[in-house]
């Protein structure tokens, strides 16, 4: 098992142990997967608890749908999406080990989370997207998600264009790792995600899962976010969103085996079990 580990605040993760899953949690009202079904707190603060329960190691709560098409949301309206779930979550949470991240690419809804209880920041731009989340994020400890898009969500799926995708995706880490240490934060610190689905067609997306194993940079953990996306019903020839299901399950028994260490789901207990099993075959061997 890849022996990288992760400092999110005051701990240190293994994944020598095992990897992790984080469950999703969309505090919008144009998600592709749940279409608003968790925009209301209490609907956002019940369904985080079911995935704790579960079984989830950490749980990511966003206010801003990054699907293809999307649009920009304000900062204002963003905070008044995501905090009050962070603040009941983290007064609500069973078990005090679990994370909480916030998925955001704003400085002020990132610094406002943090301040609230959050655990980790997860940045869909790789920390480019506002000049003020490298400043911000230096003068914590929080751990954090750096994931590859090319384009902006509104735009990223209109003929993206690579020359070598899986070479760009890594070139990508190292740029992004050398700017993070030159603000000051420390390499620990630093989760890798390829973007799956994020400026890329099935055939990148493809690709980028085949080659999972030489995707890491500096021993960093890698981060796979595939559940429910539309590349799977490429694949099968069938759009609907129950039809993704377990097919990501499959794919979170194929990327731990092949060396991820986080799976970012939708349904946290068929995923848990899948990497709970490929684990355990892969320790026998």
Same mark, same amino acid.
């Given at each position: 098992?890849?022996?990288?580990?992760?400092?999110?605040?005051?701990?240190?993760?293994?994944?020598?142990?095992?990897?992790?899953?984080?469950?999703?949690?969309?505090?919008?009202?144009?998600?592709?997967?749940?279409?608003?079904?968790?925009?209301?707190?209490?609907?956002?603060?019940?369904?985080?608890?079911?995935?704790?329960?579960?079984?989830?190691?950490?749980?990511?709560?966003?206010?801003?749908?990054?699907?293809?098409?999307?649009?920009?949301?304000?900062?204002?309206?963003?905070?008044?999406?995501?905090?009050?779930?962070?603040?009941?979550?983290?007064?609500?949470?069973?078990?005090?080990?679990?994370?909480?991240?916030?998925?955001?690419?704003?400085?002020?809804?990132?610094?406002?989370?943090?301040?609230?209880?959050?655990?980790?920041?997860?940045?869909?731009?790789?920390?480019?997207?506002?000049?003020?989340?490298?400043?911000?994020?230096?003068?914590?400890?929080?751990?954090?998600?750096? !994931?590859?898009? =090319?384009?902006? +969500?509104?735009?990223?799926?209109? /003929?993206?264009?690579?020359?070598?995708? #899986?070479?760009? @995706? $890594?070139?990508?880490?190292?740029?992004?790792?050398?700017?993070?240490?030159?603000?000051?934060?420390?390499?620990?610190?630093?989760?890798?995600?390829?973007?799956?689905?994020?400026?890329?067609?099935?055939?990148?997306?493809?690709?980028?899962?085949?080659?999972?194993?030489?995707?890491?940079?500096?021993?960093?953990?890698?981060?796979?976010?595939?559940?429910?996306?539309?590349?799977?019903?490429?694949?099968?020839?069938?759009?609907? !969103?129950?039809? =993704?299901?377990? +097919?990501?399950?499959?794919?979170? /028994?194929?990327?731990?085996?092949?060396? #991820?260490?986080? @799976? $970012?789901?939708?349904?946290?207990?068929?995923?848990?079990?899948?990497?709970?099993?490929?684990?355990?075959?892969?320790?026998?061997?």
């Amino acid at each position: 098992m890849n022996a990288a580990v992760w400092k999110v605040g005051g701990r240190t993760l293994d994944f020598s142990r095992g990897g992790l899953v984080m469950g999703i949690v969309n505090a919008t009202p144009d998600s592709f997967s749940d279409g608003g079904r968790f925009l209301l707190p209490v609907n956002a603060l019940e369904h985080a608890l079911g995935l704790e329960a579960e079984g989830a190691d950490i749980i990511d709560i966003g206010g801003e749908s990054t699907r293809p098409g999307s649009l920009p949301v304000e900062a204002d309206e963003e905070l008044v999406r995501v905090i009050p779930v962070v603040e009941a979550f983290v007064r609500h949470r069973r078990r005090p080990s679990t994370l909480l991240s916030v998925d955001t690419s704003k400085a002020r809804v990132a610094e406002a989370a943090l301040k609230a209880g959050t655990d980790i920041v997860n940045d869909v731009t790789g920390l480019r997207g506002d000049p003020d989340m490298l400043r911000v994020l230096a003068g914590t400890r929080c751990g954090i998600v750096l !994931m590859h898009m =090319r384009g902006e +969500p509104r735009t990223m799926q209109q /003929a993206p264009v690579y020359h070598d995708i #899986v070479g760009e @995706v $890594r070139q990508f880490f190292e740029e992004r790792l050398a700017t993070c240490l030159e603000a000051g934060i420390a390499p620990e610190r630093l989760c890798f995600d390829p973007g799956i689905g994020f400026g890329k067609t099935l055939e990148h997306n493809l690709a980028l899962l085949r080659a999972l194993g030489s995707l890491r940079v500096a021993d960093r953990p890698i981060l796979l976010g595939v559940s429910r996306k539309s590349f799977i019903g490429a694949v099968l020839g069938d759009p609907s !969103m129950e039809a =993704r299901e377990w +097919p990501t399950v499959a794919l979170t /028994a194929y990327a731990r085996q092949h060396g #991820v260490d986080i @799976v $970012r789901v939708h349904d946290v207990r068929p995923n848990r079990e899948a990497l709970r099993m490929t684990e355990a075959i892969l320790a026998a061997r």
